[in-house]
Each structure stands twice: as structure tokens, then as C-alpha cells.
């Protein structure tokens, strides 16, 4: 997990990484803001990366979230 001078993923540091030392000694994996998201995906080699609400999307199929999630989650949209 990347920390500032310790980032080993070329995305480079986001504020969210601070936030993720403490979830992850919480038994978390990662948290995603938007900006650490969008530069995951850019490495990743996505473009058109933009932040979405929920139910909003350009495949339907994947519009499967529930509101009650709504306050907690992240949507992302972007194209390989």
C-alpha cells in the first residue's frame, strides 16, 4: 500500500492513503477517493475516467447497487 515516499505504484500520494493506514489495521483493504481511483485507473491505462452517481452509467447491466450502500460507495465510470 503506497505512503507517501514509500509509493512503489508510480500513482503517486493522495490524502486517502493516510486514511487507509488506520482501516487497514481495522482489517480493510483499501479506501478509494475519487482522485486515488482515477490515478489507479490512468496507470491502468483507462481513459475517459469520470465520477458517476449512482444508477448513472452507460451499461445497465452494471447498475446493480443498492441504495442503502449509496452513503458508502464510490461510482466510477471510465473506458479501457
Known amino acids: 500500500m503506497p505512503y507517501g515516499a514509500d509509493d512503489k505504484t508510480n500513482i503517486g500520494y493522495t490524502p486517502i492513503m493516510s486514511v487507509n493506514r488506520i482501516f487497514y489495521d ?17 496507470a491502468a491505462g483507462f481513459k475517459d475516467i469520470e465520477k458517476r452517481r449512482i444508477g448513472e452509467g452507460g451499461d445497465q447491466r452494471l447498475l446493480i447497487d443498492s441504495v442503502v450502500r449509496e452513503q458508502e460507495s464510490l461510482y466510477v465510470e471510465a473506458q479501457k
Open 26 to 42: 481495522h482489517g480493510h483493504r483499501f479506501i478509494y477517493d475519487f482522485e486515488t481511483m482515477r490515478a489507479v485507473l490512468a
